[in-house]
């Protein structure tokens, strides 16, 4: 079997910036894209904040990133990665079909936002019903815009939205919510945003675009049975694509992958490392977190980028740009090799 350079798992904005600059590099990668390739950014319409792009429909910017890092002599699957068969040089990966040996490997399989699971929330995406409030909040300025959740992401998506919108609505099942009380703090402090407790959305009223959303209600005195909103934003959380890898590197609490950066930060704030791992001193754990490579995870040359590393800014240019970083990362270790 022929040791290929570098294999790159996930087809979105992380695994094909990795592949152009590899391909770039002389490195002949392979992509595996996924099946169904190309990861979020599938599932929306207008991109408006990709750096170089002014507006661009996400699959059309999926089709470009791939037209570019084929341009340069990267090789695309569209198929999954069932499992990294050996996490010791030279890596075997194994899909649904055959095995494949390589030098190094990069992940970038990202994540799924979390739905409540509506037909109408389904028939909606894209057209008022969305998951990210920093990608889609613009959409709606002066506009009124409902989100769902009670953690900290669903504080944050509020304060975002309320910078355009001109009323928040913030529905939490519960009556009480599990965001930092910091967090929660600054919702209270803004006029824009009205909290409903103890309410479930039921559905997503609207044919063409969202018109409205209807509530269960429970022990809550608002009367909130039906809402008229122009939007309505997701906050309930993510899921990263990362369980294929859970017996090869070491993830956090939520299934994310650890990466040199990210435990260097965890050291810093004395955090615990989710394995009970002695934590890296000195920089290192026998090759294990190079710092000076802070795409690598916690095996040495298989690293990691995007959504599945990333829960903080989630979004396409910074997924990007984890990808160039860990293909710069993947070139020099290889180079040492
Ligand atoms: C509705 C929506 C709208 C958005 N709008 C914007 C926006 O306007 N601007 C913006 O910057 N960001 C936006 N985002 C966020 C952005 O899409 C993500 O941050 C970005 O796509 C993450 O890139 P990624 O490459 O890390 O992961 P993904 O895009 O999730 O790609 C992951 C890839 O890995 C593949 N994969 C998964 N498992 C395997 C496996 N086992 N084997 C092989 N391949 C696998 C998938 O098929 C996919 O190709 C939006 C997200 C959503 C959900």
């Given at each position: 079997?022929?040791?290929r350079?570098?294999?790159?798992?996930?087809?979105?904005?992380?695994?094909?910036?990795?592949?152009?600059?590899?391909?770039?590099?002389?490195?002949?990668?392979?992509?595996?894209?996924?099946?169904?390739?190309?990861?979020?950014?599938?599932?929306?319409?207008e991109?408006?904040?990709?750096?170089?792009?002014?507006?661009?429909?996400?699959?059309?910017?999926?089709?470009?990133?791939?037209?570019q890092?084929?341009?340069f002599?990267?090789?695309?699957l569209?198929d999954?990665?069932?499992?990294?068969?050996?996490?010791?040089?030279?890596?075997?990966?194994?899909?649904?079909?055959?095995?494949y040996?390589?030098?190094s490997?990069?992940?970038?399989?990202?994540?799924?936002?979390?739905?409540l699971?509506?037909?109408?929330?389904?028939?909606?995406?894209?057209k008022?019903?969305?998951?990210?409030?920093?990608c889609?909040?613009?959409?709606f300025?002066?506009?009124i815009?409902?989100?769902?959740g009670g953690g900290?992401?669903?504080?944050?998506?509020?304060?975002?939205l309320?910078?355009?919108?001109?009323?928040v609505?913030?529905?939490?099942r519960?009556d009480?919510?599990?965001?930092?009380?910091?967090m929660q703090?600054?919702?209270?402090?803004?006029?824009?945003?009205?909290?409903?407790?103890?309410?479930?959305?039921?559905?997503?009223?609207?044919?063409?675009?969202?018109?409205?959303?209807?509530?269960?209600?429970?022990?809550?005195?608002?009367?909130?049975?039906?809402?008229?909103v122009?939007?309505?934003?997701?906050?309930?959380?993510?899921?990263?694509?990362?369980?294929?890898?859970?017996?090869?590197?070491?993830?956090?609490?939520?299934?994310?992958?650890?990466t040199?950066?990210?435990?260097?930060?965890?050291?810093?704030?004395?955090?615990p490392?989710?394995?009970?791992?002695?934590?890296?001193?000195?920089?290192?754990?026998?090759?294990?977190?190079?710092?000076?490579?802070?795409?690598?995870?916690?095996?040495?040359?298989?690293?990691?980028?995007?959504?599945?590393?990333?829960?903080?800014?989630?979004?396409?240019?910074?997924?990007?740009?984890?990808?160039?970083?860990?293909?710069?990362d993947?070139?020099r270790?290889?180079?040492?090799?």
């Open positions: 079997m022929e040791t350079n570098v294999i790159i798992i996930g087809g979105g904005p992380a695994g094909l910036s990795a592949a152009l600059y590899t391909a770039r590099a002389g490195l002949n990668p392979l992509v595996f894209a996924g099946s169904p390739p190309g990861g979020q950014l599938m599932l929306t319409t991109v408006e904040n990709f750096p170089g792009y002014e507006e661009i429909m996400g699959p059309d910017l999926i089709q470009t990133l791939r037209k890092a084929l341009r002599g990267t090789e695309i569209d999954n990665v069932k499992q990294i068969v050996s996490s010791s040089l030279p890596f075997t990966i194994k899909t649904s079909k055959t095995e040996s390589t030098k490997i990069i992940i970038a399989t990202g994540a799924k936002a979390l739905w699971g509506l037909e109408s929330e389904t028939r909606l995406r894209g008022g019903v969305s998951a990210c409030a920093t889609d909040g613009f959409f300025k002066d506009k815009v409902a989100v769902v900290d992401t669903a504080m944050e998506e509020a304060q975002t309320s910078k355009f919108a001109k009323k609505y913030l529905i939490h519960k009480s919510f599990r965001a930092s009380i910091i703090a600054r919702v209270k402090e803004n006029p824009k945003i009205e909290t409903i407790m103890n309410a479930s959305i039921r559905e997503v009223v609207g044919e063409q675009r969202v018109e409205g959303i209807k509530l269960e209600v429970g022990t809550s005195k608002i009367d909130a049975r039906s809402l008229s122009d939007g309505l934003f997701i906050a309930i959380g993510h899921k990263p694509d990362t369980e294929v890898f859970k017996d090869n590197v070491i993830l956090d609490e939520k299934g994310y992958i650890v040199s950066a990210v435990a260097a930060i965890n050291i810093a704030k004395n955090i490392h989710p394995d009970g791992h002695p934590l890296l001193e000195g920089g290192s754990m026998e090759g294990m977190f190079n710092y000076k490579y802070q795409s690598m995870t916690s095996i040495s040359g298989i690293f990691a980028a995007g959504d599945c590393v990333d829960h903080t800014y989630r979004q396409a240019g910074t997924a990007s740009g984890m990808g160039i970083a860990a293909s710069l993947a070139e270790w290889i180079a040492t090799k």
